[in-house]
């Protein structure tokens, strides 16, 4: 069973401050994805990856994928209550099938 | 443009009713269609994907079945609700070779 490991699984922070995410697999994704959902909704795609090392950044969150294409990160620089939402990655595995990840829950207060 | 329409956004249901949930989209042609769950504030887990028309694989033994009657239209179904099937459902289509998928915005089904 292919499984997405995510961590930290909560992180609450203040405003201002920095933080990533981590997202881990044993098997090599062909593509990877993160998405942010917030309360009630759908999530919402971020970035897809599919180089590894490959980075691509938006506006304030860097993202990064593995060289060896089993892991990939978030990095959110000066976060902001807007921000605050649940993360999740999401991985292809060479199907148009996603396999989603556990998830990173963030609250960053004012 | 490309939308999805996904209703009811919250149902409540006695166990052992039936259930009939339908995702709608729009502007695309043969779409890949997804149903999955989401336990509260987790990840999602893939319960029902079609890739056409009448083509539907199931990717866990459940209490639930799918539809797609037409090409943009994705039903899930049950005949009889157990309380394990309360969940946060979302529906979700993407086009082969393309990236990203895009979601409704879900039903929250609370089985009482």
């Known amino acids: 069973t292919q499984l997405l490991e995510q961590s930290p699984q909560f992180l609450s922070i203040q405003e201002g401050e920095n933080l990533t995410v981590y997202c881990n697999s044993s098997s090599v994704f062909s593509s990877l994805q993160w998405y942010r959902q917030e309360p009630g909704e759908g999530p919402v795609l971020l970035v897809t990856?599919?180089?590894?090392?490959e980075v691509k950044k938006l506006k304030r969150l860097t993202f990064q994928f593995g060289d060896a294409r089993k892991d990939s990160s978030l990095h959110i620089t000066a976060a902001q209550p807007g921000d605050t939402g649940l993360y999740l990655c999401a991985g292809s595995f060479g199907t148009d099938k996603l396999i989603f990840g556990t998830g990173t829950r963030l609250q960053v207060f004012p | 443009s490309q939308t999805i329409h996904q209703w009811p956004a919250t149902l409540v249901q006695p166990v052992g009713s039936p259930l009939s949930l339908e995702c709608t989209v729009e502007g695309t042609s043969n779409p890949n269609l997804y149903w999955y769950r989401q336990a509260a504030g987790r990840g999602l887990q893939l319960l029902f994907y079609s890739v056409g028309i009448g083509q539907i694989s199931s990717e866990v033994p459940q209490n639930l079945s799918a539809s797609r009657p037409q090409d943009r239209q994705f039903i899930l179904s049950s005949k009889k609700l157990l309380l394990s099937d309360s969940g946060f459902y979302l529906c979700?289509?993407?086009?082969?070779?393309?990236?990203?998928?895009?979601f409704g915005s879900g039903t929250r089904l609370t089985v009482v």
């Open positions: 990856v599919v180089t590894g090392g």
């Open positions: 979700a289509w993407s086009v082969l070779g393309v990236g990203g998928y895009t």
